[in-house]
Each structure stands twice: as structure tokens, then as C-alpha cells.
């Protein structure tokens, strides 16, 4: 039930890499309303990244789809930035 959920969640390595991603996802908005380029895409990436592995040790497809597409997106605007679509 739901507080198996919540147990899982709270305990493990998903806790921190949870809390890491999204302060580093804080990092990437914060770039990008002052438009640093390509750092905010660089945390945004990383963010995302973490988001993605807490999904998958959660078995979240949510989580998993959301966040691969996101990673996706990221990426290919930082190929963007360097190589000008290029890729």
C-alpha cells in the first residue's frame, strides 16, 4: 500500500539523489532566468539524470518517462549550443 511506498522512499540512496537532483534542478532554473548558457543545460541535465535513476530504484515509469525525455531534451540542447544542430 501506500505506506510501503513512502517507506521505500524514505530510506536508501534514492533519498539523497533525490534531494541532490533537485537542488541541482533550483541551480539550473536559477541560470537560466539570468540566461547563462550552456551552464544552466548542464545542471538541468545532471537534475534530470538523478531524477531518472531515483525512478528507475523506485520502478516509477512516471518518473522514467518524464525524466528520459527531459535528459533527451537537455542533451540535445547542449549538442545544440556546441556543434549549432550539428548532431
Known sequence: GLGDVYKRQKQGWSWYI?????FIILIGMALTSINLTPFNLYF???GVVG???VGLMWHDRALMVVNSVASMIFLMG???YYFGGAY
Request: hydrophobic share 70%; charged share 5%.
Open 51 to 53: 531524477w531518472l535513476i
Open 18 to 22: 533525490k534531494w541532490f537532483a533537485s
Open 44 to 46: 538541468h541535465f545532471v
Open 78 to 80: 547542449i549538442l545544440n
